[in-house]
């Protein structure tokens, strides 16, 4: 049993500190936010993760895991702190590391014995020196410390499977022993561990996430070549290995739109032209627009008219609203005089303090009554699955615009909707959009 100290207890934060303590480990977790840690005392959690609250309420049951603001009673006897603080975007595009200064500061105020810091947060290339800097200049008396980057790969949605049977486990210090005793620590998971330098483990995150925005972008341009071809994205997207293809509204929530920009700033400043990044930006943003545009394609003047987005979150399993592309839609649609309700199974919550002036629905069916047009924004597995003629009898008009392909075009048609998937090569009528000209000679 070791004992571990987790800063901060976000989605990240949290999972980690209740999955160390559900290996054996003591774990004590804090965060800033006092309403946070007193709702996790009772046994509340601060955020929507499947299978979360029971591995906590275990854990704490078992006296392996306990909450706490207090950095002193955190880091008491502690042997391995994982700072877990968010890297939001700051004003240019770049992270900003407040957060993790202002941990850094704490840990070194309050550290009592040698401790290994272990930088979970992602964060620029460069920060795991500055995080060495700020403690040794904070210290109020010289303790040794060493700092390891070890990057968190999890999804939001399938955080705790993912966390505990990882692809493979990357850490990065200047101090190989130090690095060892991290690894032990993730030895329980079974996975491959890459043990690199401090600054290489931090690119690996960022060049890693980078890339999965990447091969979005990219499916979802090949999904408009699609449907002026009249080929189907999906069929397509499986015939390449579905992982990170899914065509759609593009990329949100709290890591992949901050993190390709961080990178992209992190490339500008030091005399690169991040041209693929910038590109896989400018792709992404379209999918928010693309989705307006062809509402007022199939319905005309949005003024005076009801939408409904199914779903709100960024996407499934999760209620984060960070970059939830249903933001930006619902504000469009708002701008344009459109009446704009929404629902969603866990997020409306969060969704409330962001679009207040969307309208929350009950249910789907709620939703869809009197509606000019649905836009599925979200592909909850609830959603896939609906009383479809009870939802078409119910709209004002038939109009489905399925931004998460969860539905079958012919099927759609054949229930006599109005109905656009994204890439499927399908109008709202089921005739093909272009002719295509087979040329065997070009020359
Ligand atoms: N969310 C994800 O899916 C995910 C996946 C991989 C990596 N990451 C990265 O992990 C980091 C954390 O992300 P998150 O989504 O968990 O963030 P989050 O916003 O959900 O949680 C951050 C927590 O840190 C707390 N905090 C802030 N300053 C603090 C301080 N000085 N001391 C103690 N607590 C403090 C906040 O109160 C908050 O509870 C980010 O760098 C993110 O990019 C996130």
């Known amino acids: 049993m070791r004992k571990i100290s987790v800063i901060g207890v976000g989605y990240v934060g949290l999972v980690t500190a209740a999955c160390f303590s559900d290996l054996g480990n003591h774990v004590i977790a804090l965060d800033v936010d006092e309403k946070r840690i007193?709702?996790?005392?009772?046994?509340e959690m601060p955020i929507y993760e499947p299978g979360l609250e029971e591995l906590v309420q275990r854990n704490v049951e078992a006296g392996r895991l306990a909450f706490t603001t207090s950095y002193k009673e955190a880091l008491k006897d502690c042997e391995f702190v994982f700072i877990c603080v968010g890297t939001?975007?700051?004003?240019?595009?770049?992270?900003?590391?407040?957060?993790?200064?202002?941990?850094a500061k704490s840990i070194a105020e309050n550290m009592q014995a040698p401790l290994i810091v272990i930088n979970k947060s992602t964060v620029p290339v460069g920060t795991?020196?500055?995080?060495?800097?700020i403690i040794t200049r904070a210290e109020p008396k010289p303790i040794d410390f060493w700092v390891v980057s070890c990057p968190e790969f999890l999804r939001e949605g399938s955080a705790i499977a993912d966390f505990m049977s990882p692809h493979r486990t990357?850490?990065?210090?200047?101090?190989?022993e130090a690095a060892d005793k991290v690894a032990q620590l993730?030895?329980?998971?079974?996975?491959?561990?890459?043990?690199?330098?401090l600054r290489t483990a931090e690119m690996i995150k960022y060049a890693s996430n980078a890339f999965l925005a990447t091969k979005i972008s990219f499916i979802n341009e090949i999904a408009d070549i699609c449907e002026s071809l009249g080929a189907d994205v999906k069929e397509v997207a499986a015939g390449m290995g579905k992982y990170f293809l899914e065509a759609g509204l593009g990329y949100g929530g709290s890591c992949f739109p901050k993190d390709v920009k961080a990178l992209a700033f992190m490339a500008e400043e030091m005399g690169h032209e991040p041209r693929i990044l910038n590109s896989v930006m400018t792709v992404n943003g379209l999918r928010r627009e693309m989705v307006f545009n062809r509402l007022k394609n199939i319905i005309g003047d949005l003024k005076g008219k009801t939408i409904g987005l199914l779903g709100l979150a960024f996407k499934w399993n999760t209620d984060d609203m960070r970059d939830a592309p249903s933001v930006d839609i619902a504000e469009a649609l708002l701008n344009a005089g459109a009446k704009v309700r929404g629902y969603d199974p866990v997020a409306m919550e969060a969704a409330k303090e962001l679009i207040p002036k969307v309208d929350m629905a009950r249910d789907a069916y709620d939703l869809a009554d009197g509606a000019d047009a649905?836009?599925?924004?979200?592909?909850?597995?609830?959603?896939?699955?609906?009383?479809?003629?009870?939802?078409?009898?119910?709209?004002?008009?038939?109009?489905?615009l399925d931004g998460r392909n969860i539905y079958q075009p012919e099927q759609m048609r054949k229930l006599g909707f109005t109905y656009q998937g994204i890439g499927r090569s399908y109008s709202g009528n089921g005739q093909i959009q272009t002719e295509i000209k087979v040329r065997p000679n070009a020359a």
Do not use: C
């Open 170 to 176: 990357v850490l990065g210090s200047l101090h190989r």
């Open 374 to 400: 649905l836009v599925v924004v979200t592909e909850w597995n609830e959603f896939k699955n609906l009383d479809l003629e009870r939802i078409r009898n119910s709209m004002r008009q038939p109009i489905i």
């Open 128 to 133: 795991g020196d500055w995080v060495a800097e």
């Open 186 to 197: 993730h030895l329980p998971l079974r996975a491959p561990i890459v043990i690199t330098d």
């Open 38 to 43: 007193a709702g996790l005392k009772r046994g």
């Open 88 to 103: 939001p975007s700051g004003v240019d595009g770049d992270a900003d590391l407040k957060y993790v200064e202002s941990a």
